[in-house]
Nanobody
Framework: QVQLVESGGGVVQAGGSLTLSCAAS????????MGWYRQPPGKQRELVAT?????????ADSVKGRFTISRDRAKNTITLYLQMSTLKPEDTAVYYC??????????WGQGTQVTVSS
């Protein structure tokens, strides 16, 4: 089992920056791909960015060049980051951390709210 806890959300003005963190605990040795997803108000959840075990990254077209995903492995934890810059009002959403493991199980965090004011 893997537990994911996001932090770092908040309110920021358009053009500003924010960094989200996701702390993974539990069976972190089994984690493969991790990612960030978001759910804007009244819309479906969508992919933001993913990073594989080999650090290959993938971004949604809407965030390319503005967001950077990274991961840091410590002894018993993994921390996933999402550095967001040049934020736009349309980036307003609940941001969720996601992880896959080698048994093809999938895990979600509880989400963190990001609000970009114009």
């Amino acid at each position: 089992q893997v537990q994911l806890v996001e932090s770092g959300g908040g309110v920021v003005q358009a053009g500003g920056s924010l960094t989200l963190s996701c702390a993974a605990s539990g069976s972190v040795f089994s984690i493969t791909t991790m990612g960030w997803y978001r759910q804007p108000p009244g819309k479906q959840r969508e992919l933001v960015a993913t990073i594989t075990l080999g650090s290959t990254t993938n971004y949604a077209d809407s965030v390319k060049g503005r967001f950077t995903i990274s991961r840091d492995r410590a002894k018993n934890t993994i921390t996933l980051y999402l550095q967001m810059s040049t934020l736009k009002p349309e980036d307003t959403a609940v941001y969720y951390c996601n992880a896959d493991d080698w048994a093809s199980s999938n895990y979600w965090g509880q989400g963190t709210q990001v609000t970009v004011s114009s």
